[in-house]
């Protein structure tokens, strides 16, 4: 069994269809593949269980905790459930209107065109990845980081503010769709260690399952200390590779630091709402 919990198709920010990570996965050796697309879940659409692995339905919910902006996975959920549904409706709309936004600001200092480039790509949730990719094919920046720290973070020229569905909406959403809620990525929020305690407790208050304890480029001493985090606060441990670019070449699918053998009895495939396909 090798799990990869998290990663994204060409719905969301992924650069690739389903059939190119399903491949890419098989070629690992991975057996079990969980997608896992911002606000949307379209991709599961397109998947009827034939495939040689199990594909588990995911998605990845950007929410808002203390003025914070955090990333909610949603595992095994049924993508049909209407408050899902309707949740993750919204936060595509919220994030069209953020890309017209961002539209404004680029026409204001000359650059053209974003629109019509984002109506040309498959993408249901429009993220900044997106945008960043339009830059630099506009020859504005040259790398994504530049595009990033000049444009896109937070006094960057084009910066538009999200307003994301809070913690506890997150959570419930997937709840409501039998799902098991996942906190990605916990060491990339640049919390400390009380924060991250504290953190941890309001994700489980509001029904929170699970905390990612591994995912790429994770510091050792990040993995021990989330993997205790998890343990003591009695909740299930989860990871993924967060692919979303065989271009960006440090990353594939099912390829991360795997966790301690004596994690495994916590693992969140052990967890009662846990369903695949095959
Ligand atoms: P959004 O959810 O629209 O804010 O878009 C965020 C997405 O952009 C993330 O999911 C990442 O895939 C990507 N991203 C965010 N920050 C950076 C960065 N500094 N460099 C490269 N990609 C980034
Ligand atoms: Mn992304
Ligand atoms: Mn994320
Ligand atoms: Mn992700």
């Not at 890419?24 to 692995?53: F, P």
């Not at 919220?94 to 019509?116: N, S």
């Not at 909406?169 to 409501?176: L, T």
């Not at 021990?224 to 670019?245: E, N, R």
Request: proline share 3%; glycine share 8%; hydrophobic share 40%.
């Amino acid at each position: 069994m090798k799990l990869d919990l998290h990663c994204h198709s060409h719905y969301s920010d992924g650069k690739h269809p389903a059939n190119f990570l399903i491949e890419r996965a098989l070629e690992n050796g991975v057996t079990h593949l969980a997608i896992t697309d911002h606000d949307c879940t379209n991709v599961h659409e397109k998947l009827d269980g034939s495939q040689q692995l199990s594909i588990i339905k995911g998605v990845e919910i950007s929410c808002t905790w203390q003025n914070r902006e955090l990333h909610i996975v949603g595992l095994c959920i049924d993508t049909s459930a209407s408050q899902l549904e309707n949740l993750l409706a919204r936060q595509q709309q919220k994030r069209r209107q953020r890309v017209q936004q961002i539209d404004a600001k680029l026409v204001e200092i000359g650059i053209q065109g974003l629109l019509p480039y984002m109506s040309s790509l498959p993408a249901v949730a429009q993220t900044r990845s997106h945008v960043a990719d339009f830059l630099i094919q506009q020859q504005v920046c040259k790398t994504r980081k530049k595009v990033f720290k000049q444009y896109l973070n937070k006094n960057g020229k084009a910066y538009i503010d999200a307003l994301w569905c809070s913690l506890e909406e997150a959570v419930e959403a997937i709840a409501s769709a039998g799902g098991i809620a996942v906190l990605a990525h916990p060491g990339r929020y640049g919390l400390n260690r009380s924060k991250l305690s504290s953190l941890v407790d309001a994700f489980k208050e509001a029904g929170g399952d699970a905390l990612e304890c591994t995912y790429p480029s994770i510091a050792i001493e990040m993995q021990a200390h989330l993997v205790k985090l998890a343990i003591d606060k009695g909740i299930h441990i989860s990871g993924g590779s967060d692919f979303h670019d065989a271009g960006a070449a440090w990353t594939d699918v099912g390829k991360f630091p795997w966790l301690p053998k004596s994690t495994l009895p916590f693992g969140v495939w052990h967890h009662p709402m846990w369903s695949a396909t095959a």
